[in-house]
């Protein structure tokens, strides 16, 4: 069995008694060293999934474990970037990867995270205040990657990034995280930025898990078909479905052989949680070794 | 290497020799600017103390008795007035002392609003947290740095200011029970900054928010100010005197209550008798052990608050 780096049973999160829930009994298993994508739409409660990993919220109801003790004990073992990607702004770029160093003597690798640095041609003597998004992230990331996790949470990692620098970044990152083991969960929307680095991924709706488990999988236990509008999908899931004139596409969880009526293709990853994302209704789907997340 | 130091929280152990690691090196270098502004005032006071210390013999011989002309020792009148150095001496006394009985009030705001409301608006603070310390060590650190570097500041220019009043001339450096002298000759000299500490950094955690919490950690601390100032002289029983017909009590006591009995016609004539409640120089002390305590007591409440506070919000 491979070991676990997050598990969340029943977990719920609410803000306020008034308002919905950000999460409402999530349960997924996210094996080590796997790289994850948390995709879902604005408010489908990602970011306080990611802060309830990193132990900055204390949950509602339910347990998320990280690394196999809980987020608050965990924290010299993991690193998380918020959204916002916040930094001193009185400090100097030099001066923030020192105070990584103060604050994590027993992890800091200062080659990693200068490295980072440098390859942004940033200026080790310039304020944090006086740098761009980007760069700001790029000095978010430094920070994050020198502490050496062996969980880092990314929330939105890279969109103030230019493409260039999201393409470098990303590969930096995947390089770093392949050659360590480091588990990587990031979330996203931009679904494009995540295909290709991803292995794993986590569906988020509502507050719910929509899906979750091994991308090749999920996608695997999908296809798209395309058929006469007149043909019957009744014995699969239907994930969603459209009727153009009198062809219909339809992206579906077949329960067993399709039949001739169908032109069957793979979907791809933009494909598989566009689909999801139009279908807030359709069942979800957990790949990842429920047995164990069930608790 | 260094990778392999402890991060430790607390200057006094295991310091290596190239300055405050860790908790204790962040929260210095974040808080550069203010440290910075601390140690010029600091400076400057200590500067102009030193100066008043440097006039006072020539400040208490402008204020000797005279005569005119000049007689039985005593120099003339013309030559007394023409001294000026016991004015300067008073105002630049006064305004030391006014400053360090005020200290509390922007150490209040800038507790609530730099030190923590702004950390915790800008995400920094988690920023923290998700480093290898916990939110309770953060904290301590964040009270325990400014404080030690408070009480430090207070306490030299306490000595200092101590030193330059010399034989507390009532006429030159002020009465020993107004406000401000009260304040700023002893030990809550140094305990008041300690509270506004406490109250500030409450402020920040509860409000979250810099200029709210800069606000209501000043506001806080006036409302204390004005509290301890009101009700300072029931502190510490009064003394009484009563005796038949009048006295006056000698300048050193601190009049709270005159109660005169008058005879058949109120007004004219001597009193039948007079009592006079009062707090005597030598309440001085106790009055001064009281409210330290108190002021030291909210600043224990507050923090003990704060990290409350913080561990109910935090996993």
């Known amino acids: ?295 | 290497m260094s990778t392999a130091l402890p991060a430790t929280a607390a200057p006094t152990t295991g310091r290596p020799p190239r300055g405050p690691r860790g908790l204790t090196w962040t929260v210095l270098r974040l808080h550069r600017t203010a440290l910075i502004v601390w140690c010029l005032a600091l400076a400057a006071a200590t500067a102009v103390l030193i100066w008043m210390y440097a006039i006072g013999d020539e400040a208490r011989r402008g204020m000797s008795g005279c005569a005119t002309p000049a007689t039985d020792g005593l120099p003339s009148c013309a030559a007394v007035d023409a001294i000026t150095a016991d004015e300067t001496y008073s105002a630049f006394l006064g305004l030391i002392t006014t400053s360090l009985s005020y200290v509390i009030f922007p150490v209040a705001a800038w507790a609530g609003g730099a030190l923590i409301g702004r950390e915790l608006e800008s995400g920094t603070a988690r920023l923290a947290w998700t480093q290898s310390v916990t939110p309770a060590r953060w904290l301590a650190a964040k009270l325990a740095a400014p404080a030690v570097v408070l009480t430090a500041g207070t306490g030299g220019l306490l000595l200092v200011n101590l030193w330059a009043r010399q034989d507390d001339d009532p006429n030159l450096v002020g009465d020993w029970y107004l406000p401000d002298v009260f304040l700023a000759t002893g030990p809550t000299a140094v305990a008041y900054p300690l509270a506004g500490l406490a109250l500030g950094a409450l402020a920040g955690l509860l409000w979250r928010r810099a200029l709210p919490a800069a606000g209501v950690g000043f506001a806080v601390t006036l409302a204390l100010y004005n509290v301890l100032e009101r009700y300072r002289d029931r502190l510490w029983p009064t003394a009484t005197r009563s005796e038949q017909g009048e006295f006056e009590l000698p300048r050193s006591a601190w009049q709270q209550d005159w109660d005169i009995t008058w005879g058949r016609y109120p007004g004219e004539g001597t009193p039948v008798s007079t009592s006079a409640t009062f707090h005597p120089r030598s309440h001085y002390w106790p009055l001064q052990y009281v409210e330290t305590g108190i002021v030291l007591a909210v600043a224990a409440a507050a923090t003990l608050a704060a990290f409350r506070l913080l561990r109910r919000r935090m996993p």
């Open chain 1, 1 to 295: 069995m491979t070991e676990t780096a997050i598990e969340a049973a029943a977990l719920s999160m609410r803000f306020g008694r008034r308002r919905r829930p950000a999460l409402d009994g999530c349960a997924f298993r996210l094996p080590a060293g796997s790289v994850c994508a948390v995709v879902g739409p604005n408010g489908a409660g990602k970011s306080t999934l990611l802060s309830l990993a990193a132990g900055l919220l204390r949950p509602t109801e339910g347990t998320v474990t990280v690394l196999g003790q809980a987020p608050a004990t965990a924290r010299e073992r993991l690193a998380y970037v918020a959204q916002d990607k916040p930094l001193h702004p009185q400090l100097t770029v030099a001066d923030t990867l020192r105070l990584g160093h103060e604050l994590n003597p027993r992890r800091w690798d200062a080659a990693v995270a200068e490295r980072i640095v440098a390859e942004g041609d940033l200026d080790p003597a310039a304020k944090v205040r006086t740098l761009s998004g980007g760069q700001r992230t790029r000095v978010a990331l430094a920070l994050a990657l020198g502490k050496r996790p062996e969980l880092l949470l990314l929330d939105e990692p890279m969109a103030d990034l230019d493409p260039l620098a999201r393409h470098q970044l990303m590969a930096a990152l995947m390089a770093d995280a392949a050659e360590h083991g480091t588990t990587v969960v990031m979330s996203s929307h931009v679904v494009a930025e995540l295909d290709g680095a991803c292995d794993h991924l986590l569906l988020l709706g509502a507050g719910r898990v929509r899906l979750a488990g091994p991308l090749d999988e999920l996608l695997a236990a999908h296809t798209l078909v395309t058929g006469r509008a007149d043909a019957s999908l009744a014995a699969h899931t239907v994930v969603e479905s459209r009727t153009t004139g009198r062809q219909i596409t339809a992206l579906v969880r077949p329960e067993g052989p399709l039949g001739d009526d169908w032109q069957t293709t793979a979907p791809s990853l933009e494909e598989l949680v566009l689909a999801h994302l139009r279908a807030p209704e359709a069942p979800a789907l957990r790949l990842d070794d429920a047995r164990e997340a069930a608790v």
